[in-house]
């Protein structure tokens, strides 16, 4: 089985940093090819906020654009989401994800994110 391991959430004042981290392990046969970043807050339906390719390319969400950065490692089959500048509307569980080369689509298992104002 493939498991995902979200870390690095946690509670910050509005305009603080957070880096949150994505790691993949367990029967990976495959190369991963997108991982990225959602978000789910209450009462809201899950949001992307960041994606990046196995070759780098990056997405995000207009309302974090500027201020959130994804990168990742591929030796170590892990993903990034560096968050500045945060909001109170940042707050939400941020979950990762994975697609896998004939393999499927992963989910973490989130990792909350508290911003105060």
């Known amino acids: 089985q493939v498991q995902l391991v979200e870390s690095g959430g946690g509670l910050v004042q509005a305009g603080g940093s957070l880096r949150l981290s994505c790691a993949a392990s367990g029967r990976i046969f495959f190369s991963i090819n997108n991982m990225g970043w959602y978000r789910q807050a209450p009462g809201k339906q899950r949001e992307m906020v960041a994606t990046t390719t196995a070759g780098g390319t990056t997405n995000y969400a207009d309302s974090v654009k500027g201020r959130f950065t994804i990168s990742r490692d591929n030796a170590k089959n892990t993903v990034y989401l560096q968050m500045n500048s945060l909001k109170p509307e940042d707050t939400a569980v941020y979950i990762c994800?994975?697609?896998?080369?004939?393999?499927?689509?992963?989910w973490g298992q989130g990792t909350q994110v508290t911003v105060s104002s």
């Open positions: 994800n994975a697609i896998i080369s004939f393999s499927g689509d992963y």
